[in-house]
């Protein structure tokens, strides 16, 4: 199920039904997911989800009627097109920007795909087979890229989780490592490659530039400057 939470902690199911997995499109509990991960709203208020295991991306408006924006379900694999003609691979993190493109970290893919508003989608970074390249386009390389969040001029930062790093994709699809080493675990503060993440998933950027990561495996929460200088937050 997706939750909605007010300001004053009260909860409600915005859409799905506890306990019952699937794939259908609908409004509130006739929908169905199936372990859905990252989520995000856009300014309209409308929520998308990375329905993990079934490789889909759900658009549901405020009023809880769902739709599926791009993929099809139970048909993984990869493969750049419009609507059901796309397909993601246990596509994990979500995020939107200001013009409503979806970027997706598509776990095991190895790539981080766009969406447009349409249900257009492209491969903004990476190629299929793992590895950690900074480049522009399909010359990058990642090791399962997992929760995504975009900034004000439409740069995507990305958790390469299992690099150990936080990476940055210019609105051209340029590629660089603001903050980590690849395949050098560790919790330490410092700039750019001088730090070290643990497992590193979650994340979010604010007005600023700063991006926040939730450090799985060290328990903690980062803040990388916009200069890639990481601190401990808490």
């Keep these: 199920t997706i939750r909605k939470i007010t300001a004053a902690g009260v909860v409600t199911t915005l859409a799905g039904l506890a306990g019952s997995n699937g794939s259908a499109d609908g409004a509130g509990s006739a929908a169905r997911f199936n372990e859905p991960r990252g989520v995000a709203v856009d300014a309209s208020g409308n929520v998308y989800v990375a329905d993990t295991y079934n490789h889909t991306i759900r658009k549901i408006t405020p009023a809880g009627v769902v739709t599926t924006l791009a993929g099809l379900a139970g ?13 993601f691979n246990y596509p994990r993190g979500v995020t939107v920007d200001g013009s409503g493109n979806v970027y997706v970290g598509d776990y095991d893919n190895f790539t981080v795909r766009k969406i447009t508003a349409a249900g257009v989608v492209t491969t903004l970074a990476g190629d299929p087979g793992y590895g950690s390249a900074d480049g522009t386009g399909s010359a990058a390389r990642f090791d399962n890229p997992y929760f995504v969040a975009v900034d004000g001029s ?10 150990n790093t936080i990476r940055k994709i210019s609105a051209g699809g340029v590629v660089t490592t603001l903050a980590g080493a690849a395949g050098s675990s560790g919790s330490a503060d410092g700039t750019g490659g001088a730090a070290r993440f643990s497992y590193p998933t979650g994340m979010a950027v604010d007005g600023s530039g700063n991006v926040f990561v939730a450090d799985a495996d060290n328990h903690t929460i980062r803040k990388i400057a916009a200069g890639g200088v990481v601190t401990t937050l808490a």
């Design 75 to 87: 048909s993984s694999g990869r493969a750049d097109g419009t609507a059901s003609s796309a397909r």
């Design 154 to 163: 439409g740069n995507v930062y990305v958790s390469d989780t299992d690099n």
